[in-house]
């Protein structure tokens, strides 16, 4: 059975496959809000149904407990032919979206898809909440199976496949966890992990991104004096909670911009000649991608040593994500705070430990307490970066699925954001992740009129049918 068939069968099947789509967006599947609890729950039914059809064993799997139930977890599996010898994939997306506030933005109704013809350098496309993030990528996989079955009779054309799609992912995954750990059994089965959720380098240049970077958060509280205070009475008397944090804060940083939390680049490779020479080679331009956030090109630093690309592919960071503390209320208040917060972000690579990052922190901070004060802290949790082998065999046989299906070699990226996800099958089952997204820079995601271009759902459509015939060894057949 070629690859080619199948892919006939999509195209041949193509306005179906955009119906079923756009079915599945008219879904109001908002995970975070109590009272879509019934249409998230009917988004994965939906998906469920999508996947008997293929011949898929399917179950639908609750989650959170009887006081406080969570989401449904959709959890299938195909068996694989008997001579089957590739990887188990495990697949892994989410079925739930974004609120769609505001909605005053949106130039069309949020649940109600709309088909939009291209029009200047954007391609024809659906508009609706979930069809970039993560249903039009779901969908790509769903159509790939459908295509298979259809043509072969086999579910997963023959591949050992377990598809895990859940619907609190907007919400943090709160649920996941347990989930994962209650099913290790079944999930340790699988050899590595799919991942339809990430974007191409632009229009017609897909890409597979084979490493993502993980995240520790801590929120750190100064504490001076019982009760705010007089600025002219107590000026120059007391420590300021502010004075003394903004002082403490503007110490994680050398002259080279390397945190000096000790021990905090525990863990990150150093990159090779060849990821930096090809990362040179892709063309990114960091001074055009300063110039569309309103900024010059002398804001482009960072870690001593490394260029954009390296800094957000391969390089820890350090960010203060908000300061709390004293008046900020119109016209003026001569207050001394009783304390003041900050809330810091890490973005770890490689092997670096979020949780050791964390208590390095915690323990960094307190080894500069200010005279007369106290802290506190809240250790608001992260996940582990995740990096994929460039030369393990089923990244190859992606590799080798997207050039025949695309007719273009993908890049080889990285990503600066994280996908807690895989962090937790890494640390949880020892799972790589593989990031095999079609989505593009311009998808407005999580903001009004959302979009996804129908040649980005077909290139992806038919990368996962590839795929499957890369892991059969059917391809050339």
Request: hydrophobic share 35%; with cysteine.
């Amino acid at each position: 059975m070629s690859t080619q068939r199948v892919i006939d069968w999509l195209t041949e099947h193509e306005e179906q496959s955009i119906e079923r789509f756009m079915e599945w967006l008219r879904i109001p599947s908002v995970g975070t809000d109590p009272k879509h609890d019934k249409d998230t729950a009917q988004a994965a039914s939906w998906a469920a149904d999508h996947l008997k059809d293929s011949g898929f064993s399917v179950e639908l799997m609750k989650t959170g407990t009887t006081e406080n139930p969570g989401q449904p977890i959709v959890l299938a599996t195909s068996p694989g032919d008997d001579e089957y010898t590739g990887p188990h994939i495990l697949f892994y997306g989410h079925y739930d979206v974004q609120p769609a506030d505001p909605i005053e933005l949106w130039e069309s109704a949020p649940f109600e898809p709309v088909r939009k013809p291209a029009e200047g350098q954007i391609g024809e496309r659906i508009v609706a909440r979930g069809a970039c993030d993560d249903k039009g990528q779901v969908m790509m996989f769903l159509e790939a199976m459908r295509g298979w079955y259809e043509t072969t009779g086999k579910p997963g054309g023959g591949v050992r496949y377990t598809v895990l799609l859940e619907g609190e992912e907007e919400s943090g995954s709160v649920n996941l966890e347990q989930f994962v750990q209650d099913n290790k059994d079944i999930l340790s089965k699988t050899d590595v992990c799919l991942i339809s959720d990430t974007g191409m380098l632009g229009r017609g240049k897909p890409a597979i991104t084979y490493g993502v970077r993980g995240l520790a958060y801590i929120e750190v509280t100064l504490i001076g004096p019982d009760q705010d205070l007089h600025s002219g009475l107590w000026g120059g008397k007391v420590p300021n909670p502010i004075n003394e944090l903004t002082k403490v804060l503007a110490q994680l940083w050398d002259n080279d911009r390397r945190v000096t939390i000790p021990n905090f680049y525990d863990g990150v490779r150093e990159l090779t000649d060849t990821e930096r020479q090809e990362w040179k080679e892709l063309g990114v331009d960091p001074i055009a991608a300063l110039r569309s956030i309103g900024m010059p090109p002398e804001a482009n630093i960072g870690e001593t040593g490394y260029t954009a690309t390296e800094r957000e592919w391969a390089r820890p960071t350090c960010d203060i994500n908000g300061i709390i503390a004293g008046y900020t209320g119109p016209g003026a208040k001569t207050v001394i705070p009783s304390t003041a917060s900050a809330k810091l972000s890490f973005r770890l690579v490689d092997d670096q430990d979020s949780d050791k990052i964390a208590q390095d922190a915690i323990e960094w901070f307190k080894q500069r307490t200010p005279p007369g004060c106290t802290w506190s802290f809240e250790n608001h949790g992260g996940g582990a970066p995740a990096t994929c082998a460039t030369e393990s065999a089923p990244l190859q046989a992606a590799f080798r699925a997207i050039n025949k299906a695309c007719g273009i070699k993908p890049a080889m990226i990285k990503s600066g954001g994280s996908i807690p996800v895989a962090g937790l099958l890494k640390t949880t089952i020892g799972l790589e992740t593989i990031f095999m997204g079609f989505g593009l820079e311009d998808d407005r995601v999580h903001s009004p009129n959302e979009k996804f271009e129908l040649d980005c759902f077909r290139m992806g459509a038919r990368s996962h049918a590839a795929l499957v015939a890369e892991l059969t060894g059917s391809s050339e057949d």
